[in-house]
């Protein structure tokens, strides 16, 4: 099971959050795919039934949404690492990498080698900085965190385009994509997958989800991205 959890889990972290809290409405912050259909949920549809539980399937940024959090429970997912980062008191059922080194209430049994504590600062920096390797996109070298925010402050397109062409995104990244690159054009085309049989010229851009092969015989800048 993932990060030691299962189906249980989730309804106890939820049941948990429930007595914690008495007076307080529990906002549940659904992954995108299962929003959308792609995959099934862990928490059991009894469970969201409960008075105090509202579902929050808003598209919202997780800065957005923890300025006007109390606390979070969850699991594993990595917005419990973006809380503590915001300041935000943090409660694990699994056993993500934040967990254990005394920066959150920790309801699973931990690894034996987390048995100490962490500082935030200490807890991002290896996070970050210690644990990644960062190449440069040009150079194809090894490089600071601080040479790849350079590098990424850069990117500012200096033009704008006809049309964009995106290829391969999955439906909820469709919802923001445009909003996200809404410098690059205002016109979307998104092209599933297997049909790339689009129309581009120099005044179009094309943009592609990982490292997924361009369309042959098209013009058009191609601007990759990956989460």
Request: glycine letters at 6%.
């Amino acid at each position: 099971a993932l990060s030691n959890a299962n189906d249980a889990t989730f309804s106890e972290m939820l049941q948990v959050a429930l007595a914690d809290n008495p007076s307080e409405t529990i906002y549940v912050k659904r992954h995108p795919d299962v929003v959308h259909g792609v995959k099934k949920g862990c928490i059991q549809s009894q469970d969201l039934e409960h008075e105090r539980v509202q579902i929050l399937d808003l598209s919202v940024t997780p800065r957005a949404m923890l300025g006007t959090c109390n606390k979070l429970y969850t699991v594993c997912s990595q917005l419990g690492f973006d809380a503590l980062v915001h300041g935000v008191a943090v409660s694990t059922f699994g056993v993500p990498f934040y967990s254990g080194w005394g920066l959150t209430k920790d309801y699973a049994d931990q690894p034996v080698s987390r048995r100490g504590s962490a500082d935030i600062d200490q807890l991002v920096h290896a996070a970050i900085v210690d644990y990644c390797l960062y190449v440069h996109p040009e150079t194809t070298q090894r490089c600071s965190p601080e040479d790849v925010l350079s590098y990424i402050a850069l990117q500012q397109p200096n033009k704008a385009y006809r049309k964009v062409f995106a290829l391969d995104f999955s439906p909820w990244k469709q919802a923001f994509l445009p909003t996200y690159l809404r410098k690059l054009s205002n016109d979307f085309v998104f092209c599933p997958q297997q049909n790339h049989n689009i129309s581009a010229d120099s005044n179009d851009a094309i943009v592609i989800w990982g490292n997924s092969e361009p369309p042959s015989g098209n013009c058009g800048d191609i601007y990759r991205i990956e989460d």
